[in-house]
Each structure stands twice: as C-alpha cells, then as structure tokens.
C-alpha cells in the first residue's frame, strides 16, 4: 500500500502553543500535500511542497520536506481554537495523479 | 483555484437502495477523482473519472457497485448501488487542474447513511 502514517494519531494542545505532526510514505513522490478536515467534512487544502523542495511557509504554517527520509512534518505556531480538526498528508506518486492519504492526525487545541 | 460542490450534501438510505451523487467544478479540469472515507478512517481512492470513458477503478471498487459517469470536463457522478450498512461513509470528489504536480481541490463530500 502506498498509504503514508501519521504521528501522533492524536495531539491535544493548549490555545498558543505549537502543534508539530509527521507523516512518514513509502515510494517516490512528486509533491506531499497537507489537508484538514473539520468534523468530517470536506478537506480543505493547506499547502503543497514539492519533492525539489525542502521547506515552505504559509501564514502560521511551515511544511517541511525529506525525501531522504520519507517524511514531512506540519508546524503550526501559535495555535488557536479554530485549528481544532483532523490533518492529513497526502501525496502524489510519481506516475499518478492521485493522492495517497496519510492516516491522520486529529488536533484539539483547547481555549 | 477550482471551487467543488457536491449534491447531495447528506442522505440517509434503506438498504438495497442505490444513491447517485454529483460533482461540479466550478472550472474545466484535467482529471476528476471519487475517494471514500470509512468513519474514524483516512480517504481511499475509489476512481478516475474519465472524462468521454469508463472510468479507472481501484482495487476492491468494481462498476457495478460504483458506476461513475464523467460526460464532460466540469461534472461528474457516482452511484452507490445495491447499498449495505457497510456503504455509509463520506464520499468526496477530488479535481486536478493541471498535471499530477499541482494541488488536487476536494468538494464539501456526502455524508451517506445506511440503514
């Protein structure tokens, strides 16, 4: 199975604080994406970093990439309320065009 | 960016019943995508909606089970058929604008309930 993992599979925080998740995959990659979800809803996409990249911000967000590894993590500084929901990691192999999904990790920051 | 939307958005349903959900983008895409997320679980790739073809199933999805049409560049469906207690999950389309190293947009999903 080509599924990435995630650790934790759950992480509970308080408001403020940073929140670190991984993802760890298996086979060569174009790219790693990384979702959230609320609630079981749609996902919602947060950033993309590409396998000749190595790290990448966003707002509160900094992705990082090793593909020697075969690992990326998500940092999100300075957490709120609002970020309380399930991340996944997911990426698209090389000669795919899907996305293969990490197992998730479900994020509670709490007031 | 391409905007997703899903119809409908959930359905509660007797077994033995089929339920057939559709996808629009906002945009003309290159490749449209049916994942299905178990309760508790992470997303798994039912199709390739392909576009004037049948589509590519993966393994353990069959047609029969998951017919899925794709008439043109913006829309899509999938039929949940002959459905089971087992079918009640989340069903979201996917779509990719450019080539496998572009970012993938999910819709809203369909929540499905079986009784």
């Known amino acids: 199975s080509q599924q990435g993992e995630e650790d934790p599979q759950a992480l509970s925080i308080q408001e403020g604080e940073n929140a670190t998740m991984n993802c760890s995959y298996k086979?060569?990659?174009?790219?790693l994406q990384w979702y959230r979800q609320n609630s079981g809803r749609g996902l919602v996409h947060l950033i993309l970093?590409?396998?000749?990249?190595r790290e990448k911000h966003s707002g509160r967000l900094r992705v990082t990439l090793d593909t020697s590894k075969k690992s990326s993590s998500l940092l999100i500084t300075a957490s709120r309320a609002a970020d309380t929901a399930s991340y996944f990691c997911?990426?698209?192999?090389?000669?795919?065009?899907?996305?293969?999904f990490g197992t998730g990790t479900r994020l509670t920051v709490i007031p | 960016s391409a905007v997703i939307s899903q119809k409908p958005s959930r359905d509660i349903c007797q077994r033995g019943t089929s339920l057939t959900i559709q996808c629009q983008v906002d945009?003309?895409?290159?490749?449209m995508f049916w994942y299905r997320q178990q309760p508790g679980q992470s997303l798994t790739l039912i199709a390739t909606?392909?576009?004037?073809?049948?589509?590519?199933?993966e393994s353990g999805f069959v047609i029969d089970k998951f017919p899925i049409s794709r008439p043109n560049l913006t829309f899509s469906t999938l039929t949940v058929s002959n459905m089971s207690p087992e079918d009640s999950s989340i069903y979201l389309c996917?779509?990719?604008?450019?080539?496998?190293?572009?970012?993938?947009?999910f819709g809203p999903g369909t929540r499905l309930t079986v009784l």
């Open positions: 996917s779509a990719l604008q450019g080539s496998s190293t572009d970012t993938q947009y």
């Open positions: 086979t060569s990659i174009n790219n």
């Open positions: 970093i590409r396998s000749n990249e």
């Open positions: 997911a990426t698209g192999g090389r000669g795919a065009n899907n996305l293969f």
């Open positions: 945009s003309q895409v290159t490749m």
């Open positions: 909606a392909n576009q004037g073809s049948e589509a590519t199933y």
